[in-house]
């Protein structure tokens, strides 16, 4: 038993030992000349044999003896360092680490003796002189032996000299002892039960008035958050654990490829929950070997295409809003967009016609589908087809999330989202059947109280299934009592429902009651309810008793709710794609004869009431004092139609859209505010008619789309003269290829007194440019022919147009933020129709501009 | 969940020839008492939908959720009578402590090897596969009840 316990930790200390070898050795390469660390390699082999010869572990002694020989005559400068011998060295430290699995399984060395190795060593540290060698990154360990052979002398090494350093060991480890995680886990369950017990005491305690148990109470309060935080962060590591290995993983891929790389790690020291690190371990490396592989180019490519012959890859490391972010990336090839839809054409995951329509960020999503691989051949390290959908749902499994972002000829980021620990999470505590259940916060899309004579009315049927109509689209609703067969209440006047999201869709689930959400500690079920797919597990709650935690796709695709809606959104997916449509909030509204006008409500400040007598005349305007200001008022009735002008206000009080403009605000009055309506805007068609921009399907029926500027210059042009536009006559271009929401944005800018140039695509774009100063270029990211970059690959091509800021739109704030965790080139993105996001970024870049036309600071340069 | 499993199957592997037992209806049910954890009262339950019926529902056994299995759904016997609670009799299983929910605890005994047999081949399926052996006490038959086969709920099925 004595002996077992020795023969534990000797593997245990002894596998710590092998990984830092590895990137030691790996450092040694690139700092051949340091002694320190030269010293440490041989005190870490010099240990092993040592242990070995205790154990009696003969094949392993005579290896490391070998190896150790090898370096001390490299420690006292009889021989320099080569790859060869680095291989070499490498080979062995691989030979230990399957001798020491043979012991972990059997207590035995294995039959395995590793002569061929054993004899390589001999010869190498028998040699005469390695200063001859030739310093070939590509040879192989066995032409090492060749090599060392044909020096062939045999002068015998000395014997080794028991160094200090072997007795020396590192401050590190002095102040650090190991435990056991099963010690770790005890730890955290009794500190969860305590704070249970906290719980309950300080709820005892406020139903006492005893002033020393108050006191006692709250210093167990303080005591018992400290040790919790104190016990959960003993579970942390480093994320350099994993990435210990990597250096040693892309040297020898490097070396199988022929190619340079660089391994650069930033943030190594970010902690992680011990669990979250064993399931990020074998994605990580894939990543690496990934883009060794595929994205850094071989040096002579790298050349051609004026870059180092040396590729990077770059590993980062940090905290954001309680996530940890990894970010694996390359300065290689990129991905090539056009190949990836190609491959996926062949391999039948898209069809042609789609393809056209798939942004470039959906295409390159392409490669987490199942039995994708862009390698054109297959190697050994990867492009079997198996991989990126691997690491996609390893890392959704622990509820993180992977994006990919690549530019062409400029390489690729894979970027991983990663929650900080499994073992606590947020849940919502609902009620169903009388009976307490969590939903983890991270499914809960949004909150839904149904309320009226009957809350039940909102809730529609479609031959039999429950729908309800949710900003203007059908969600399909699934009932907790009778997905889990509890009885049902009474119906109620008031139904909550939480809209839940599982896998990329979504459903509501109405429930008896919503509590409040906490922190819970999530435990496993037992086995005997492994079949259970409804539930992802049970917690203890504040007052002792056991809640189950609600598994929301397991909940989804046992009431069927699931199935159903995975084709709903592939049909509304693929309906998006075929018209290129874009959804917004638009606010509806009745002027004169015009019965249903609409204007994007992000660019609407306020809707006000004012009465009748509160309208006073101004400069030949009508205006209402408002907010310690002059707001000139627009009937709008009278600008559409121009013969009723002037006719009496019948309505009373006046219904106002009020507009901002920075500091200035204008008032439309129109007759009737009808809804808000989020609309996909469907066919449209532009008008001719003064003061507006066109007419579109909200709704199922037409409505007018405002042409707000043109409105406001014909009725309050003086207005707008005097006050003067706070852009100073910039000029900005504007492209997008719909005219629809050009003249949308275009509006926008109007407003602000900026001259504005439209372009609908790449070459419009370019002859505004060549015809007109332009200080902003505003461009829509899906610009035809080929994407905003195309057009920003052009400007930057002509000095003229180098220094020119350019803000790039987006159609949604998932965009924007997947464009901002890339090198885009872009000064910034913004959504599309967020007015004042979009004027904000122009006044900056514009100003911008200007500084760095004093200094002579490249714009672009900004991000 | 802390122990060793090395540890938890050697303990699991022993036996000491001592029973703690227990009554469900008529029955006269006994466990190796290395295997028993602890004996408690009836404890509050939270029930879960859609298990199986064996499965009487969760306890907090201090932090640790433990599932409790009602025995006389186990071996199909009839219903408890109203108002009668049943005991929480944890044992200790390879999977961790589960808890089985008996009529009525009963004395911990020393059995003789020699009065053991095997259980009867006429034995109702849903108990012959989870009852290990008989002893022959002097007034009564002791049934030596196999913790990890009533645990695993596949058993007994397979009639």
Redesign the interface.
């Known amino acids: 038993m004595q002996d077992q316990d020795v023969i534990r930790e000797f593997l245990v200390e002894s596998h710590e030992n092998l990984s830092r070898l590895d990137q030691e050795l790996v450092e040694l390469e690139k700092h051949p000349k340091d002694a320190e660390l030269l010293a440490s390699i041989f005190r870490t082999i010099h240990t092993i044999k040592g242990t070995c010869g205790f154990l009696a572990f003969s094949t392993l002694e005579r290896i490391t003896h070998q190896a150790e020989s090898l370096l001390s005559q490299l420690r006292d400068g009889r021989r320099e360092l080569c790859p060869s011998l680095v291989s070499l060295i490498l080979d062995t430290v691989d030979a230990t680490r399957k001798v020491l699995a043979s012991i972990e399984a059997s207590g035995e060395e294995g039959p395995d003796r590793f002569e061929e190795l054993t004899e390589r060593l001999q010869v190498a540290s028998q040699s005469r002189d390695g200063r001859e060698s030739r310093p070939d990154p590509g040879l192989t360990p066995g032409s090492a032996a060749e090599h060392a052979e044909s020096n062939g002398s045999s002068e015998h090494s000395e014997d080794k000299k028991r160094d200090d350093d072997a007795a020396k060991s590192s401050a590190v480890a002095d102040a650090n002892i190991r435990v056991g995680v ?2 770790l ?2 730890l955290m ?2 500190v ?2 305590l704070v ?1 017990t906290r719980n309950q005491i300080l709820q005892f305690n406020t139903e006492r008035e005893d002033a020393a148990l108050n006191v006692t109470s709250q210093r167990l309060n303080l005591i018992t958050t400290e040790l919790q935080e104190g016990v959960m962060k003993t579970r942390m590591q480093p994320i350099g654990m994993v990435w210990n290995k990597l250096p040693r993983v892309v040297r020898d891929m490097a070396v199988a490829l022929g190619k340079q790389i660089r391994l650069e790690m930033d943030g190594a020291e970010t902690e992680l929950d011990r669990t979250i690190i064993e399931a990020i371990k074998d994605p990580l490396v894939h990543l690496v070997r990934n883009s060794c592989d595929h994205g850094v180019e071989s040096p002579e490519v790298r050349v051609r295409a004026g870059k180092p012959p040396q590729g990077r890859l770059n590993l980062r490391a940090y905290h954001e809003g309680g996530q940890v972010n990894i970010e694996i990336g390359d300065d290689g090839a990129g991905i090539d967009v056009a190949q990836v839809k190609q491959k996926a054409i062949e391999k039948g995951l898209l069809r042609p016609e789609q393809s056209d329509k798939l942004t470039d960020r959906e295409a390159l999503n392409l490669v987490f589908q199942p039995g994708f691989s862009t390698a054109k051949t297959v190697t050994n390290v990867s492009g079997r087809g198996v991989g990126m959908d691997v690491v996609k749902s390893n890392i959704e499994k622990i509820g993180g999330v992977v994006d990919v972002f690549s530019r062409p000829g400029e390489g690729t980021t894979v970027k991983l989202k990663i929650p900080l620990t499994l073992a606590i999470i947020p849940g919502l505590v609902i009620m169903s ?1 009388g ?1 307490r259940f969590v939903i983890p916060q991270v499914s809960l899309l949004e909150l839904i109280r149904l309320e009226g004579d009957s809350g039940e009315k909102h809730i529609e049927r479609v031959h039999g299934t429950p729908v309800y109509r949710r900003r203007g689209s059908l969600l399909p609703i699934a009932y907790l009592n009778q997905v ?3 009885e049902s209440a009474e119906r109620a006047e008031v139904v909550s429902m939480v809209v839940l999201q599982a896998e990329d869709r979504q459903f509501g689930l109405v429930v008896d009651g919503i509590n409040d959400t906490q922190e819970i500690v999530v ?1 496993p ?5 492994k079949g ?1 797919t ?2 992802a597990g ?3 709650m504040g007052d ?5 935690i609600l598994d929301v796709l397991g909940i989804g695709q046992r009431s069927g709710v699931l199935a159903e809606s995975r084709e709903q959104a592939r049909a509304a997916a693929e309906q998006k794609m075929q018209s290129g449509i874009e959804q917004q909030r638009l606010l509806l509204f009745r002027a004169g004869s015009f019965e249903r006008l609409a204007v994007p409500l992000s660019l609407v400040a306020r809707l006000e009431e004012f009465p009748q007598s509160s309208i006073e005349h101004a400069g030949g305007c009508q205006v209402v004092q408002y907010r310690n200001r002059i707001l000139p008022l627009i009937p709008l009735r009278a600008v559409l139609e121009s013969g009723a002008a002037d006719q009496d206000q019948t309505v009373d009080p006046v219904q106002v859209i009020v507009f901002n403009d920075g500091d200035r605000s204008v008032g439309v009055v129109v007759d009737q505010i009808l809804d808000v309506a989020e609309e996909t805007v469907t066919v449209r068609q532009k008008t001719g008619r003064k003061g507006l921009l066109g007419s579109a399907v909200v709704g199922k029926r037409v409505a007018d789309f405002l042409d707000l500027n043109q409105v406001i210059r014909t009725a309050a042009e003086d207005w707008f003269q005097s006050t003067g536009g706070s852009a100073n006559g910039k000029r900005i271009l504007v492209a997008e290829a719909s005219a629809f929401s050009r003249g949308l944005i275009r509006s926008g800018f109007d407003m602000a007194g900026y001259q504005v140039l439209e372009a609908a695509n790449l070459d419009e774009a370019i002859r505004g440019l060549e015809q007109h100063p332009v200080d902003v270029v505003v461009t829509a990211l899906d610009l035809p022919p080929s994407g905003s970059s195309a057009l920003l690959t052009a400007m930057r091509r002509r000095t003229e147009w180098q220094g020119i800021p350019i803000l790039a739109l987006a159609d949604s704030a998932e965009q924007v933020r997947a464009r901002a965790g890339q090198a885009a080139g872009f000064q910034d993105c913004q959504v599309k129709f967020d007015r004042e996001a979009m004027l904000g970024s122009v006044a900056r870049l514009a100003s911008t501009l200007a500084s760095s036309e004093a200094a002579p600071v490249c714009a672009g340069e900004e991000r | ?4 499993t090395a540890t938890m199957k050697s303990v699991l592997a022993q036996t000491s020839g001592q029973f703690s037992t227990f009554f469900v209806a008529d029955l006269f049910f006994g466990v190796d008492v290395l295997r028993v954890q602890e004996v408690l009262r009836f404890q ?9 019926d064996v ?1 009487e ?4 056994l ?6 409790a ?1 009602d025995m006389r759904r186990r071996l199909r016997l009839p219903p408890r009578a109203g108002g009668q609670t049943p005991m929480n009799m944890v044992v200790r299983t390879e ?2 402590a ?1 808890s089985l929910l008996v009529d009525e605890i009963g004395d911990v005994l020393d059995v003789d090897a020699a009065t053991y047999e095997r259980p009867p081949e006429n034995l109702d399926p849903a108990a012959r596969d989870l009852i290990r052996g008989v002893y022959k006490l002097k007034d009564r038959l002791l049934l030596v009840l196999d913790a990890e086969r009533t ?3 596949a058993a007994g099925r397979a009639v």
């Open positions: 099963g010690l886990d005890k369950d009794l969860g039960e249970l059947g009976e889990l067969g509890l435990k079920l037992g086995k005997q309810m259970l409804v539930y049970a917690t203890i002792g008793r056991v809640a189950l | 969940m802390g122990t060793d509050q339950m939270t029930r879960v939908p859609q298990a199986p499965i529902g969760l306890i907090n201090r932090g640790q959720i433990v599932t299995i999977d961790g589960v645990v695993d709920l």
